[in-house]
């Protein structure tokens, strides 16, 4: 049995997330940690810790969840069966739904399980009826949060009257979700009372070569930058026993970097059974090989156990780095305008503006984004000039806002009501935006991958607030991209964007920076007569200060 031989001497992170009895507890990190196992392991536990009804039986009820019925078998199902072997506990009866009964011979436990996928309405009303003592959620990225959130109210409630203050909850594992799920909040935004995290370590680590070993510079976990190494004694199962062996470390390349595997990532010991006898630290390893082919997005979601965004195309500003560029709290200067970059063209129903500052120093701040779905400009500027009321109200008192910078369509006359979009919004808003300098789309991504290539002493050429701005940040990090084309032989992309949520709020931005000053940067000649001028740093500065 698994769950009699299984080891925790080298995952303290499982560890401790398989003893954890809050009310909902998750366990997040990459792929082949080892989240499963500890994880379906707490049904047995749970069932042993419930007070004994009457009769002396200690019975419960749990819901195995999963977003599909081939993952539920192909995958969640496999790796319970291994814990809960049929020779040992009984078959599962696979109905709708899946029902599994728990009943050691000799014991007083009763444990049913019910295996339920989400692909099916009928399964789903099943899962939102039953009264459970709690629920596990298999890679809960795949499962919408109403689901997740109906399930608290599921658990606590089987068999209420033969027994008292028995536990009670929800838990789940997953790879960390894109940057905006719904699970990125709880986890590190506005975390919900009696929920508890627990993050494992990263699978790869990013390093600089250093002669016969490596040098960790991961921006992504500064816990671990400065540390060198040329070997590491880590665990590996070796002839059916676990053993501490020194294994030279290895760099290997992928996605135009240096990489290493991480000596302190959990579930080493497991996954060096694979390939008994090999170094579990290097190219040959698990995470090795999977290394090989990937992009950085993938690197860093499914490898590290970064919240990023997966995107199958070409993102348009490569260059955005979300951990560099990206913050959590970024400081409102005082004293210097808000901007706007706005994208409304000609009769769009989608219009998206972004609040932004300019440091002195040339440094550019996205503070806050103001994106509408299926509105038109007169309730778009309403949205814009709340939003700087708001959020900027020493501004507006100071005459510090109004000024931008949009789609040079937006100059244009409606055809119907004879008004262009910057008239209206001047006129009935006190928005000036003009004209961008230009409406090149090249020049207009340039605008943005120039000031993500520019350190300025020490500082980042782009700083954009993750929290106030998550549809630029999203867009950013590869959901605005070039689309992957189907055709056979070398990869090819579309010319142009593919055009969806994050688009609009990231052309808005490369309007607003060309306004700026990034056309001027660029070489462009404005047919304005205005020159945004040159920014170079010439002495230290902090844009937190």
Known sequence: MVSQTWTYESSPVAWAYKQDRAFASFIIGPVGSGKSVPSLQRIL?????????PDGKRRS?????????????????????????????????????????????????EIEVNLIALDKPKDVKKLLSLELTGAFINEMREVPRSVVTRLTERVGR??????SSTWSGIWGDTNPPDADHWLYGWHHRDTPEGYSFHQQPPGVLEVRPLGGGAEVTDENFPDYQGIRLTSAEVLIWYRGKVRRVDCP?????????????????ENLVALSRVDAGSNPLGARSYYGRALAGKTLEEIQSYLQGVYTFVTDGRRVVPQYNGQVHGVDHLPVMPDEPIYIGADIGGGTLQPSALLFQRHPKGVLLAHREVVCFDMGIKRFGELVGEALVKHFPEH????????????PAGGKRDEIFETASFDWLRTQHGINLEPAPTQDPKMRFAAIAG????????????LVNKRNCPMLHKGLMGAWHFKRLAVSGEDRFADKPSK????????????????????DRLGGRRTDGQ???????????????
Not at 45 to 53: I, N, W
Not at 451 to 462: S, T, V
Request: glycine fraction near 12%; charged fraction near 25%.
């Open 158 to 163: 089987f068999a209420l009257n033969e027994r």
């Open 249 to 265: 470390i290895e760099v290997i390349r992928a996605a135009e970097r240096f990489w290493i595997v991480n000596p302190w990532q």
């Open 61 to 109: 009820r749990f819901a195995v969840v999963r977003n599909t019925m081939p993952e539920l078998r192909s995958t969640t199902a496999v790796t319970y069966q291994q814990i809960y072997p049929a020779d040992a506990f009984g078959e599962i009866i696979w109905r709708s739904p899946a029902t599994h009964m728990i009943e050691p011979r000799g014991s007083d436990l």
């Open 451 to 462: 000031p993500c290539e520019r350190m300025i002493d020490g500082k980042p050429g782009l």
């Open 45 to 53: 536990d749970l069932g042993q810790e419930q007070a004994a009804s």
């Open 500 to 519: 969806n949520d994050e688009s609009h709020i990231c052309d808005g931005a490369g309007y607003g920076f060309l306004g700026v000053g990034e056309f």
């Open 396 to 407: 507006v008192a100071k005459g510090l806002t109004g000024k931008g910078w949009g789609d």
């Open 531 to 545: 020159g945004g001028g040159s920014f170079q740093a010439d002495g230290d500065f902090d844009v937190f200060d």
